[in-house]
């Protein structure tokens, strides 16, 4: 009989914990929860996350989960979501361990608000506090930037201002390439009075005649100010669905 009791002891104490409700909203009627099966977070800074993630409810359910699993994120976090409360309106936060990516799905009413975009952007500007082992502000950032939102207010989109200048730029040069080839193809004789007097001189040495010669002009400034420039996204894929959002970030 010992020995049935010490094993029953062993087993239960080495089962997987379960999620639990760690909050309800009285009004909305909404929930917090928290699992952190993994167990990035000490019992104090689950506490702590608990204070970011509350104000939450009043526009939908929240969830922190820290996992390893070796599926595609995106995918798990809708799952995981959909798992405790279907299509309402809320949000999951995932710390993948096994892929190295923090990982944000929305659903309902919230995802109208941190859309795929802005999931990127929060994403972003919270990675690398999962990149020094910072779990805790990494968690404490999404929610407060994700709370931001749902207020109204504006977060910090760096990686969206840059490809909007990148694109602004290659938008200028196009438009600057396509005015001066249209000024060029209207008035040909002007362009040809411009031609350099060094070029004239060296294609009169290899005794090509002045008919070919004005056929074959080449603008290198023209080819040079129209290359393309390279761009870069911090961004990882976004959850796929009608009505849920997603973006994440590897860290």
Not at 21 to 37: K, R
Not at 149 to 162: E, T
């Amino acid at each position: 009989m010992r020995k049935l009791l010490l094993f029953l002891f062993f087993f239960l104490a080495f089962l997987p914990v379960q999620a639990q409700e760690a909050y309800t909203n009285p009004d909305t009627g909404y929930q917090v929860i928290l699992d952190d099966a993994y167990d990035l977070l000490s019992d104090q800074e689950e506490k702590q996350l608990l204070e970011y993630m509350e104000p939450i409810t009043a526009y939908g359910n929240c969830i922190f989960q820290s996992v390893y699993q070796d599926d595609d994120t995106a995918k798990y976090a809708k799952n995981a979501y959909r798992e405790y409360f279907g299509t309402q309106s809320g949000t999951i936060f995932v710390i993948d361990m096994y892929n190295r990516i923090i990982y944000i799905y929305s659903d309902g009413d919230v995802s109208r608000i941190i859309t795929n975009n802005y999931a990127n952007s929060i994403t972003d500007n919270s990675y690398r506090y999962a990149s020094r082992n910072d779990y805790l502000t990494c968690a404490a950032e999404v929610y407060r930037q994700e709370y931001t939102l749902l207020q109204g207010g504006r977060i910090s989109q760096p990686m969206k201002h840059i490809t909007n200048l990148l694109l602004a730029i290659l938008c200028a040069l196009l438009m600057n390439f396509l005015l001066l080839a249209f000024d060029r193809s209207a008035n040909p004789k002007e362009e040809a009075q411009k031609t350099d007097l060094g070029t004239l001189a060296a294609i009169s040495l290899m005794n090509i005649n002045a008919r070919k010669t004005s056929e074959k002009k080449v603008f290198d400034p023209i080819n040079s100010s129209s290359s393309g420039s390279s761009r870069s996204s911090g961004s990882s894929s976004s959850s796929s669905g009608s009505s849920g959002s997603g973006g994440g970030h590897r860290f």
